[in-house]
Structures are given as C-alpha cells and as structure tokens.
C-alpha cells in the first residue's frame, strides 16, 4: 500500500509540479496501511514521512491526494 501512495504522490508532482500534502484515506485502508511502519500508532511519524497530513474519510472509497493551503497560507492571502 506505501508503494501506491507513493505512486499516488509521484503521479500528484508530475502533473501539477509539487507534491501533495493531503492523503485521504477510509478507516479500512488506514488500517492495513498502518502495519507497513515499524510503530503503526505513530500517526505523526507516518504522516512526517510522506510530508502529507493525512485525513481518515468514510467518503474515500480509494485512497487520493490533494494540495490545500495550510492555514498559514490561507490567512495571509
């Protein structure tokens, strides 16, 4: 499953020429994601790692990436 996020992240750059920093993801594929990490509740280690925060969805029914404005971004808009 990491190697498809990745391809997700990759494909992402490619097309809009930066990476994404959002993952969604339904509670049945966060599940089987998490035991690919040597601690899989480290949630904040997982998302560091792909540079993406990462959003548990019921409306995911495959796992996707996005770019939204941190709220940072947002605001000095």
């Known amino acids: 499953m990491l190697s498809y996020i990745f391809r997700l992240a ?5 097309k809009h020429g930066f ?3 959002m993952l969604y993801l339904n509670t049945e ?3 089987h994601w998490q ?3 040597k601690d899989p509740s480290d949630f904040d280690e997982i998302s560091r790692r ?8 019921v409306d995911a ?5 996005a770019w939204l404005p941190n709220r ?5 808009s």
């Open 72 to 76: 940072s971004q947002a605001i000095a």
């Open 19 to 21: 990476w994404p920093n």
């Open 35 to 37: 035991g690919e990490f």
């Open 50 to 57: 792909l540079k993406m925060e990462i959003i548990i969805s």
């Open 61 to 65: 029914l495959h796992p996707h990436v």
């Open 10 to 14: 990759f494909d992402f750059e490619q």
């Open 29 to 31: 594929q966060f599940r």
